[in-house]
């Protein structure tokens, strides 16, 4: 089953958020294997995160490598939220670095 996994860390800016993911694409982890989508957004010190995953185990596989580079790069990402996800649609439009 799907879910959406929600992060709040407390605090969390634009270039500690790049900087986990050129760790991640260092890697060869970014973008990971059975994520549906991937959204950062917020402003300032408050982003956030909105991931949706194909079921909880990959999620779960991917956070062995997620949280210890998380955590290097100065970011307590606190407790994640889980949802069961109802339904996803996918537009045609990928908005890679939007910002």
Avoid: K
Wanted: glycine share 8%; proline share 7%.
């Amino acid at each position: 089953m799907a879910i959406a996994v929600l992060f709040t860390p407390a605090s969390m800016n634009a270039a500690q958020y790049d900087d986990i993911v050129r760790r991640l694409e260092a890697v060869n982890a970014f973008p990971p294997p059975h994520l549906v989508s991937h959204t950062c957004f917020g402003a300032g010190d408050q982003l956030r995160v909105m991931d949706v995953w194909e079921s909880r185990e990959s999620f779960e596989r991917f956070g062995q490598t997620l949280l210890p580079i998380v955590q290097a790069a100065g970011v307590d990402p606190g407790v994640p939220q889980l949802f069961e996800v109802h339904s996803v649609a996918r537009g045609a439009v990928e908005l890679a670095g939007a910002s």
